[in-house]
Nanobody
Framework: QVRLVESGGGLVQPGESLRLSCQAS????????MGWYRQYPGKERSVIAS???????DVIPSLKDRFTITRDNTRNKISLQMDNLKPEDTAVYFC???????WGQGTQVTVSS
């Protein structure tokens, strides 16, 4: 079974950028839509971006001007570029194979001055 591993989280100041990566263990992932989710403490995970097998991205409107999702099928990886980060972006970020229960372990993003 394919496994997903996120990386790239950390502590940044408001206005800075981070790039999250989600590495898939097998190259079968390229057939699937992939998604990024985030989860606030005590809340359920909510989707923030997705990208289909052709590389067509979709980011929720409230984040579209700051977040960009991309994929590299040659490296079995998707990425989430997050610019102009705000304190409200503080959350745990997960990637997922759309329509499955295959999730990564999550990576913490903290935006604080």
């Amino acid at each position: 079974q394919v496994r997903l591993v996120e990386s790239g989280g950390g502590l940044v100041q408001p206005g800075e950028s981070l790039r999250l990566s989600c590495q898939a263990s097998k190259n079968t992932y390229y057939r699937n839509v992939m998604g990024w989710y985030r989860q606030y403490p005590g809340k359920e995970r909510s989707v923030i971006a997705s990208i289909n097998e052709r590389g067509n991205p979709d980011v929720i409107p409230s984040l579209k001007d700051r977040f960009t999702i991309t994929r590299d099928n040659t490296r079995n990886k998707i990425s989430l570029q997050m610019d102009n980060l705000k304190p409200e972006d503080t959350a745990v970020y997960f990637c997922r194979i759309w329509g499955t229960e295959i999730w990564g372990q999550g990576t913490q993003v903290t935006v604080s001055s």
